[in-house]
């Protein structure tokens, strides 16, 4: 499985897809936080994120980004 450089604390856990390869999965809010220990203002690190880290493919096991569902979005 492919990793996230620098956000393995980040990992909630593996996503399962019919016939295809187990893909890592990972929490935004817990890398936006990473990237904000490391200095970035939050619209910063969320800008980063979204553009460096969520918009790289990396083939059929690039990772996927869960971001929590509050019940007043659902």
């Known amino acids: 499985m492919l990793r996230a ?8 856990g593996i996503g399962n897809r019919c016939g295809q390869l187990d893909i890592l999965a990972y929490d935004v809010n817990k890398c936006v936080k990473i990237l904000m220990d490391q200095g970035m203002t939050e ?9 460096n880290v ?6 059929e096991e690039t990772p996927i980004f869960i971001r929590e ?3 007043d979005e659902r």
Do not use: H, N, T
């Open 5 to 12: 450089d620098g956000f393995d604390e980040a990992i909630i």
């Open 43 to 51: 619209e910063e690190a969320i800008d980063y994120f979204e553009f």
């Open 54 to 59: 969520v918009g790289a493919w990396m083939g």
């Open 69 to 71: 569902i509050y019940d």
